[in-house]
């Protein structure tokens, strides 16, 4: 597919980037500005063809993503079920079946629509106070049920239950 061009020259292609671990790019040099990287987490969201983009009140544009689209930056945990903070100031309860580790050791769950998120280390902290552990590891419940987060190659793309 050939990307859409405008009048002008102009294009929704750039070079803005973001690394697996969530540090912005633009023209290969990091992002600076805290808010302007704050305002780009929340702005992720897929474009009709699939691709992420970028998309605000006023426009949208591509951007390159290494990683999983979203971190989970908390958890909360409310009789017995985590809701977690995401890094595009969105809650979204957790599946804990979606759970999984990755080759990096990060935790990562699906959080809707097809899409990923990967733990910092502070969420995984507080996830670890719904977790229990037996003679074969670590494990979460689930209606009754022990659901151990395999480890897996590749994360971002892992089927639903």
Known sequence: M?????PFGLSRETTIRRTADGQWFHDGAPLENEKLSRAFD???ERAEDGRF???NDINWAYFTLEGAPFFVRGVRIEHGVARLKLSNDQEAE???RTLREGPDGALY???GHGLTARFDRHAAVQLGELGQEDDQGPYFLHQG???????VADPLHFGNP
């Open 2 to 6: 050939e990307p859409q061009t405008f």
């Open 42 to 44: 929340r702005w992720i």
């Open 53 to 55: 983009c970028l998309k």
């Open 94 to 96: 957790l599946d804990v």
């Open 109 to 111: 769950c699906d959080v």
């Open 145 to 151: 049920a022990r659901v151990r987060p395999p480890r």
